[in-house]
């Protein structure tokens, strides 16, 4: 049984930071690509930053310069550090997997 369990999320002031978490269990995590995800109010689910198996990253255009994606293949564990956090960047964020499985999700808030 896949499962992916986030953690780290939470209410920040604008310019604050947050690391996410992301578990993996049921899955040979270091063979995978695995990539962040986010959703906000009213808005389409999109891509955040994704790294593969090798380790090779790719962020979206809004989060680059801002955002590091990083995985622990020894801790099944991928992570993404958020910088420079602005409002529009409100919204759950979920982890994903390769082969298509997705954490519950966890909401981060960035307001004053």
């Known amino acids: 049984q896949v499962q992916l369990v986030e953690s780290g999320g939470g209410l920040v002031q604008p310019g604050g930071s947050l690391r996410l978490s992301c578990a993996a269990s049921g899955i040979i995590f270091s063979w995978y690509t695995m990539g962040w995800y986010r959703q906000a109010p009213g808005k389409q689910r999109e891509m955040v930053a994704t790294?593969?198996?090798?380790?090779?990253?790719f962020y979206a255009d809004s989060v680059k310069g801002r955002f590091t994606i990083s995985r622990d293949n020894a801790k099944n564990t991928v992570y993404l550090q958020m910088n420079s956090l602005k409002p529009e960047d409100t919204a759950v964020y979920y982890c994903k997997s390769e082969t298509d499985y997705w954490g519950q999700g966890t909401q981060v808030t960035v307001s004053s």
């Open positions: 790294i593969t198996s090798g380790g090779r990253t």
